[in-house]
Every structure is written in structure tokens, then in C-alpha cells.
């Protein structure tokens, strides 16, 4: 594989990287995957600082990103949302309340190398593309790089730890059926970001990807636009599909997980009736171990918390063929092979 150089760019969706760009990150992080299970040093990011917004609470990404952080010599900052000034996106500031997005952003890249934000859901009124706009615009003003740490569009850094832990239990990818499938859940309030960024991500490696949910749960037409045609160049195949059983039959990965039926005009809000009651029709849409009999001995795969009992059943969550575990894990090396790179 040629070098490449990825040096201060921002990491906000996969759609703005090529394969090879994909592969050194993936790459890099299953180097330094090797380094940190030998204990070896790799501080390659002395004395560097990462400042972390966070609108929405987190236990895999903000642990993930800090202990990945120290491990690489470096630091992170975790910034809460009320310890300073709101952000706000052009023309929505308000006194006293917020501050723009351009002095939030140029005054941390005078003190650190990297930005990194999670903001989506109830933190935007549950407008789609809110939260990735609102990235956006830190990502224009900082002239060190934004990472996205999850919006309401888009999760890279969990398409990377999915990506991590179907290579390393998979092998190569070329060829093998992946399984995107909804599954329900009590709470609607459910972001697109995860599945949206999980077929993305297959899409770079040549895997047969099934997209699986009831109808009503469409995702975003750009990102499906995209899929469609970066299985084409890299050699897979996509479809979508309206049966949970068929999707699973022969599968070697499946990624069962709830998202919610929101409007991706960036315009109208999530309704969360409507929402609710095509949740409530689907509660037949969970993993069990029937289910994963259809599959070709399919790992399990879900980025966390899941909801036990309605998403899945704890025999699937807690069998052998789960790589739960091993996933959430992959948050750590995977974010540091991208912060290495980048930072």
C-alpha cells in the first residue's frame, strides 16, 4: 500500500476518505492494537491535547478517547456543554447564553491540536443534520482538526471499531454477507448515525451488505446514494430488504440495532408518535438465538448500551458467537490509529 499522508484533516463522516485512507487508518490501528497487547510504549502524540465537547453522556467514546489519548503521550480535555458557552450555528445566538462557533473554535486551536464533539438528538431539537452542521462549522473555523465523536448523521469512529472486529474475526472482507438490521427498542429516541456509518464503512471492502428494517425506518437517501455506489468500486453489493429473517439467512455479521423514523430533510422534526407506534407494531424484530440459526455461524455485533430483552435476547448478547466485547475495545485502538495519523 502507498504512504499516505493524512496529517490535520478533520474526521467527520467516511464519505469524505477514500479506501486507501480507510484501510491506513484501520491499518494503523491494528499496529498499535499489536504494540498496546505487547506493552509496548507508543507515544506518538507527546504532549498533545484533544478538547472533547460533549452534549450527550457517553461511557465507551469519552473513556475510549481519554485512556486512548494518555496511552499515546498526549491528553484530553473533557468539556461539558455548561462549563462554557453554548455554541451556537450562525444566526441562532442568543446573549448571554452562547458564543459563536468561531471564537469557541479558533481560541481551543490556539491551546491544542484537536477538537473533538458529540452532539445529537434532544441537544438539536431532533432536527436532522443539526448536529452535523454544527460540527461543521467548528471543522471551518479550527485550523486543527475536528474529529465527529457522533451526530445525528453520522458515527465514524464506531464504523471503524466495527470494521476492526469484523477483520479480525472475519479475515478479509471481500465477499462476506454483513447484516445492517433494525431491531426495537422501548425508546424511540434512537439517532441514524450508527447504521448510516456501518454500511458506509462495509461498503469500502468488497462485503455484501443488507440493509434490514421495517418500512418507515428509511435512512438517509445521500447515504444510501453512497453505498450503492462505493460497493460498485470496491467490488460488494447492497440491498434493502423489509424481513428480519431473510436478512439473516447466511450472514456471517449481523449488527442488529433500534434507530428511530426521522425526516432526513433536515427540516421537520422526529415525531415521536409516529415513531412509537411503528416500534410498537415491530416488536417481533429482536435477535434471538432462532434467528442467528439462519445465519451462516454470524457473529453478533452491537455498538452498546444495547437494550437487552427487546433489541436482543441476553442468550445472543452473552453467547459465543457475540464480539461485543472485543468491538467496544476496538473504540480505543481504533481511535488512536486515527489520532496518530491526524493529530
Known amino acids: 500500500m502507498a504512504a499516505t499522508d493524512l496529517r490535520g484533516r478533520d474526521f467527520i463522516t467516511l464519505m469524505e476518505f477514500d479506501r486507501e485512507e480507510v ?11 499489536r504494540k498496546w497487547i505487547r506493552g509496548e510504549p507508543h507515544r506518538l502524540l507527546e504532549d498533545k491535547t484533544l478538547f472533547m465537547l460533549f452534549y450527550n453522556r457517553s461511557l465507551r467514546t469519552r473513556n475510549s478517547f481519554e485512556a486512548g489519548m494518555t496511552q499515546l503521550g498526549g491528553h484530553a480535555h473533557f468539556l461539558e456543554p455548561d462549563a462554557v458557552y453554548t455554541p451556537a450555528l450562525p444566526g441562532e445566538e442568543k446573549a448571554y447564553s452562547t458564543e459563536r462557533i468561531s471564537d469557541v473554535a479558533r481560541v481551543l486551536a490556539e491551546m491544542g491540536h484537536g477538537i473533538a464533539i458529540r452532539i445529537y438528538g434532544k441537544h438539536t ?13 467548528f471543522a471551518r473555523w479550527s485550523r486543527v482538526p475536528v474529529i465527529n465523536m457522533e451526530d445525528d448523521m453520522y458515527h465514524p469512529c464506531q464504523a471503524l471499531a466495527d470494521l476492526m472486529v469484523m477483520q479480525e474475526k472475519l479475515g478479509d472482507l471481500k465477499g462476506k454477507k454483513f447484516v445492517m438490521s433494525w431491531a426495537y427498542s422501548g425508546s424511540v429516541e434512537k439517532p441514524l448515525a ?6 458506509i464503512g462495509a461498503s469500502f471492502f ?23 455506489k462505493n460497493v460498485v468500486k470496491n467490488g460488494g453489493s447492497f440491498q434493502i430488504v423489509h424481513d428480519m429473517d431473510a436478512a439473516f439467512k447466511d450472514a456471517v ?3 442488529p440495532k433500534a434507530w428511530t423514523s426521522q425526516p432526513t430533510d433536515g427540516k421537520t422534526p422526529m415525531d415521536p408518535e409516529k415513531a412509537k407506534a411503528i416500534f410498537e407494531a415491530n416488536k417481533h424484530w429482536i435477535t434471538t438465538k432462532d434467528k442467528m440459526e439462519l445465519t ?13 430483552g427487546m433489541e436482543v435476547t441476553d442468550e445472543v448478547m ?3 458467537n457475540s464480539v461485543i466485547v472485543e468491538e ?12 496518530a495519523l491526524i493529530l
Open 328 to 339: 467496544a475495545a476496538n473504540r480505543l485502538h481504533a481511535q488512536k490509529g486515527l489520532m
Open 194 to 199: 450508527v447504521p448510516q456509518s456501518a454500511i
Open 125 to 137: 431539537g431532533w432536527r436532522y443534520g443539526k448536529g452535523n452542521l454544527l460540527i461543521r462549522e
Open 318 to 320: 452473552d453467547g459465543p
Open 296 to 308: 451462516n455461524d454470524a457473529i453478533y455485533m452491537h455498538c452498546l448500551p444495547a437494550d437487552r
Open 253 to 255: 455479521a449481523v449488527y
Open 23 to 33: 484501510e491506513t487508518i484501520l491499518d494503523t490501528a491494528h499496529d498499535i492494537k
Open 206 to 228: 468488497g462485503m455484501d451488505i443488507t440493509l434490514a428494517h421495517p418500512k418507515g425506518l428509511e435512512l438517509d437517501p445521500k447515504v444510501l446514494e453512497f453505498t450503492k
